[in-house]
């Protein structure tokens, strides 16, 4: 876990994949009314109910998103995002998407879209206790399961539980995954309004098992024979026999990762009070012009790949040929396979703020300082590191809400991670009604490559250490805006440096020459009638000089739908279909011991249809459900869901899938 800088709001387009992303900060998602999505609940008496939350590096209040035109935003996989054929198994973002933070980074990042990040923790405000119950079910049992409750214990003092479980057995052998993600989360103010305190407690705990993809000796996909796609033979795992008990959660042979984080963050103010003085009551005011804080964390991250000997009902042992001819790793026949790097790292983080408008926190500077200190545990021994770096930050929203200004940077002085630094610009304006906002900005990173890029890590496989220098990532970054046409158009040209990569499954590599990428964004709602919309986006993407990087030229997502009621008072309806489309690329492989993508340059994947979905969305107050009917592009002539479209080599997407996911919230 790094450091987080303390903005007032993430600027709208750090990357382009987060635009419109699913509930985050940033400008809030238009309605087809034109209204913005939250969620506000009133009871039949007088008295409103009121629901808000932050972020921890946020002085800004959300609403609840209770918009249904987009299911990615409550579904863990992003539109963007490709996956290896089952909810839970490893992900990657079809944009190209570098890392942009230095420092120390394990190096483990193909399950993230299934991680709760510590900068995404919420710590809520409610006058009410406030509860959510989702539930979907999904083909071949595939269910997420998710609860929400938070409550202030007192005026000042909210605590939030939540809790995630991704389980699905999958369509295809050894593809099992089983999830859990947990948050506790608290934040205490002082009746003054001068002390701030937040705790945040969160565990991941994630588990896929690993096919190595399908075996490659003969076309399976078009063989009646493997109509379930169960019977394909996977070139890893065995055969084991599928199970829909989602309580048994064995993974012989897979990646697991189990990461804690514990936080506290105390704020101490300085500034002025006041009153607001009412009918009945007085309430006390605040405004800091100087505040001190103090964070401590401590995680604790494991990461493991295991393949590992059965001797159950079907007995398995690792293919020993397998590992050795792929990875140059020699195991015995009846030995474990078992690759694991533990990490521990603990930090302390002061800081001091200072406001120059007592009236506009969105205004403020801040500087601090973090000592770190790590410890890791690999198959060669163990290791202690430290690092020290500074940080510092100013952020001003205008309370015209014209301007919004970022401007923030991190430096190694010294430890693992020496030398590394982040520098990162954002200016944003409203433009006026007819332009909208326009942002324009830059971000440059010199960092350390990630940790299985050293030698004591027990992902490194290669015969000897290579020395590998500091990547130097630039990026500039433009946008426009427009609510009134629903319209985002976005730019981001990359500038890479020493950029490292993997390929053929274990072997690392860096791109020591310098090498560009355009990518261009465009998001448009077009209105088809009344009340039938069509939700364009567009991703161009143009590799420019000699690079290791394949993405597709174009990819298009497209939702064409009714939305509206139908004329009833409380019903909000959205149906119609999402197609999904990107030209022919050679997409990454896939190495099930690293639990990394690599690049490959000899198979193209040139899928045979666009992605096909049909679906149902609806709301009734508090009641939200989604009805999908999904992949409907794998039809065959014979009426079967048989033409698979890959999503790496190897790797094959499901045939049709039936989703129905049901959200309720309560006020209790």
């Known amino acids: ?32 009314t034109g209204q913005t999505d939250s969620l506000s609940h009133r009871n039949k008496f007088e008295d409103s109910i009121t629901i808000s939350f932050r972020y921890l590096d946020s002085a800004r209040n959300y609403k609840l998103d209770s918009s249904i035109t987009d299911f990615t935003r409550r579904f863990p996989i992003p539109a963007t995002n490709v996956y290896l054929g089952n909810v839970g ?42 509860s959510e ?79 190595g993809g399908m075996m490659q000796d003969q076309d399976y996909l078009d063989d009646p024979i493997y109509k379930d796609r169960f019977n394909i033979p996977t070139v890893i795992g065995g055969d084991p026999q599928f199970g829909r008990d989602f309580f048994s959660t064995t993974i012989t042979t897979g990646n697991k990762y189990y990461e804690f984080t514990a936080l506290m963050r105390q704020q101490y103010d300085l500034g002025r009070k006041d009153s607001l003085v009412t009918d009945s009551t007085v309430i006390p005011l605040f405004f800091p012009r100087l505040r001190f804080e103090h964070t401590i964390s401590y995680s604790s991250d494991r990461y493991t790949f295991q393949d590992m000997p059965n001797f159950g009902s079907v007995s398995y042992m690792p293919d020993s ?37 007592e009236k506009n926190l969105q205004q403020f500077f801040r500087v601090g300082a973090t000592v770190q200190n790590l410890h890791g545990v690999f198959t060669s021994g163990s290791r202690s590191y430290y690092n020290i770096f500074g940080h510092a930050e100013y952020r001003n929203k205008t309370k015209n809400l014209k301007w ?76 426009i805006f427009q609510p009134e046409f629903k319209m985002r158009l976005s730019g981001h040209y990359y500038l890479m440096t020493n950029y490292t990569y993997i390929t053929d499954y274990y072997k690392l590599q860096q791109q020591s020459a310098l090498f560009n990428l355009l990518q261009i964004a465009l998001q448009k709602t077009l209105r088809l009638g009344k009340h039938w919309n069509w939700h364009a986006d567009i991703y161009f993407q143009q590799v420019i000089g000699n690079s290791p990087v394949n993405v597709p ?31 022919p690329y050679k997409a990454d492989g896939y190495s099930p011991a690293l639990g990394q993508f690599f690049t490959q340059d000899s198979i193209r994947i040139n899928n045979k249809t666009p992605d096909v979905d049909l679906y149902l969305h609806f709301r009734i107050r508090p009641f939200k459900a989604f009805v999908r009917l999904e992949n409907l592009n794998t039809i065959s002539k014979k009426g079967t869901f048989t033409n698979n479209n890959l999503a790496a080599p190897g790797y094959a997407y499901p045939g049709l899938q039936i989703r129905l996911g049901i959200y309720w919230s309560f006020v209790n």
């Open 1 to 32: 876990m790094g450091f987080m800088t303390a903005s007032a709001q993430p600027p709208v387009l750090r990357k382009i994949q987060n635009i419109g992303d699913r509930g985050g900060p940033g400008l809030r998602r238009m309605s087809n």
């Open 89 to 130: 198994n490893a992900s990657e973002s079809i944009l190209f998407s570098p890392h942009f933070n230095a420092g120390w980074d394990p190096g483990f990042h193909s399950f993230d879209i299934y991680k709760w990040p510590l900068e995404k923790a919420r710590f809520f405000n409610t006058t009410r206790p406030y």
């Open 133 to 211: 119950l989702n539930y979907l079910l999904g083909s071949r049992v595939e269910q997420i399961i998710e609860l929400l409750h938070t409550r202030n214990i007192k005026p000042n003092w909210n605590a939030l539980f939540q809790y995630r479980m991704i389980n699905s057995p999958g369509f295809f052998k050894n593809q099992k995954s089983n999830h859990n993600n947990y948050l506790l989360t608290s934040w205490y103010q002082s009746k003054k309004k001068r002390y701030n305190n937040y705790v945040v407690i969160l565990a991941n705990n994630l588990q896929s098992g690993e096919s």
């Open 321 to 357: 040929a397998y590992y050795h001819d792929t990875y140059g790793y020699s195991v015995g026949r009846r030995d474990t396979v078992l690759f694991r790097d533990v990490w521990k790292n603990l930090q302390n983080d002061f800081s001091i703020y200072q406001f120059p408008d």
């Open 404 to 479: 919004d200004v970022e401007a923030n940077g991190k430096l190694y002085f010294t430890g693992l991670n020496a030398g590394d630094y982040e520098a990162y610009g954002s200016l944003q304006r409203y433009a006026g009604k007819k332009i909208g906002y326009v942002q324009i900005g830059f971000q440059n990173v010199n960092r350390t490559p990630s940790f299985i890029y050293d030698s004591l890590s027990s992902f490194y496989l290669m015969p000897s250490g290579i020395d590998f220098k500091k990547e130097n990532n630039s990026q500039f970054f433009a946008s």
């Open 553 to 583: 030229l174009v990819f298009t997502r497209n939702r064409i739908a009714y939305e509206g009621n139908l004329g009833f008072k409380n019903l909000d309806l959205a149906f119609g279909t999402e197609i999904r489309y990107h030209t």
